[in-house]
Nanobody, 121 residues
């Protein structure tokens, strides 16, 4: 399974950060799969953001929950992250990854290569 992130590399504060993960080599509806978004801010540790499961259930990091939405397009085998009201603190390399229930915060499955997003005016 291969994953590839895509989206704008630069957004302005207060805009919505929107990224898409395109999955190939396997279906996002595969039983038991947890499709996560994870980020690494510069100089900081990795942060799990949220996931969408193979059945479409979602769960988000509590401190980001009010600004986060993860959705999917099964016809395109893609899932999307939206982070509203972006601030410079959302600047990070964003990754999508495939895991299971026991490892969704740091998936042991396939990861995308990551995409850098900068929030700046």
């Amino acid at each position: 399974v291969q994953l590839q992130e895509s989206g704008p590399g630069l957004i302005q504060p207060s805009q919505t950060l929107s990224l898409t993960c395109t999955v190939s080599g396997g279906s996002i509806t595969r039983d038991g799969a947890y499709w996560s978004w994870i980020r690494r801010p510069p100089g900081k540790e990795q942060e799990w953001i949220g996931y969408i499961t193979s059945t479409g259930d979602t769960y988000y990091r509590p401190d980001l929950k009010s600004r986060t939405s993860i959705s999917r397009d099964t016809s395109k085998n893609q899932f999307t992250l939206q982070l509203n009201s972006a601030t410079p603190e959302d600047t990070a390399v964003y990754y999508c990854a495939r895991g299971i229930h026991s490892d969704y915060t740091n998936p042991k499955g396939s990861w995308g290569q990551g995409t850098r997003v900068t929030v700046s005016s």
